[in-house]
């Protein structure tokens, strides 16, 4: 089954608003992966976070990853019409395994 | 300019026609991976290979078929196509990592399959 798991599965946002997506997974992992797809397009890598409490930034998204290692979040601060996507997180723990993903819907 | 192709992009057939997709890098990678892509399930791998002639089951293996005879090259194969195999396919490379992880993965542009 599904052991990482991503919420919401959807988030409407205004454009300049910021929000949060989670990545959770039941299983201690030893790194995780962010990945961004555009509508119609292929998943395009965005960060890999290895150490327990990592946080690492770019531009106006910041990736958190969990002092337990079981979690994982993704935060975009005034959100732009451009970051319109789904983001998944990708753990791996022997195993390689995407979530769900957040699709993401920007109103102008 | 570093890629990965798949081909077809589009394809519609019928139950129990054997059909193969290709997939090809030219990034030297060792790790090559098929996910097939359903709304609401995200990216569920189907197969993956550290290298040549080394392939394992993902979560989602029934009814698929890989090979690895080629660093640069991974083929996936449905040998009797059924309606439920109906799906987005991406392929995907990187460099070989401890777990399946450890690497960025590149993305070909993805297949979409419809099985009539």
């Known amino acids: 089954g599904q052991q990482v798991m991503q919420i919401p599965q959807y988030q409407h946002v205004q454009e300049g608003e910021d929000f949060t997506t989670y990545c959770n997974s039941s299983t201690t992992l030893s790194n995780i992966q962010w990945y961004k797809q555009r509508p119609g397009g292929h998943p395009v890598f965005l960060i890999q976070?290895?150490?327990?409490?990592e946080v690492k930034k770019q531009k106006r998204l910041t990736f958190q990853f969990g002092e337990a290692k079981k979690n994982s979040s993704l935060h975009i601060t005034a959100t732009q019409t451009t970051d319109v996507g789904t983001y998944f997180c990708a753990g791996s723990w022997g195993k390689f395994q995407f979530g769900a993903g957040t699709q993401v819907v920007v109103t102008p | 300019e570093a890629q990965v192709t798949q081909n077809p992009r589009y394809l519609i057939t019928v139950t129990g026609k054997k059909l193969t997709v290709t997939c090809s890098q030219n990034?030297?990678?060792?790790?090559m991976s098929w996910y097939r892509q359903d709304p609401g399930l995200g990216l569920r791998q189907i197969y993956y290979?550290?290298?040549?002639?080394?392939?394992d089951k993902g979560d989602v293996p029934e009814g698929y078929k890989v090979s690895r005879k080629e660093k640069r090259n991974f083929p996936l194969i449905l040998e009797s196509p059924s309606p439920n195999q109906t799906s987005l396919y991406f392929c995907?490379?990187?460099?070989?990592?401890?777990?399946?992880?450890?690497?960025?993965?590149?993305f070909g542009p993805g297949t979409r399959l419809t099985v009539l």
């Open positions: 976070l290895v150490k327990s409490g």
């Open positions: 995907a490379s990187s460099f070989a990592g401890g777990g399946q992880g450890g690497f960025e993965q590149f």
């Open positions: 990034m030297n990678h060792e790790y």
């Open positions: 290979s550290m290298n040549v002639e080394v392939t």
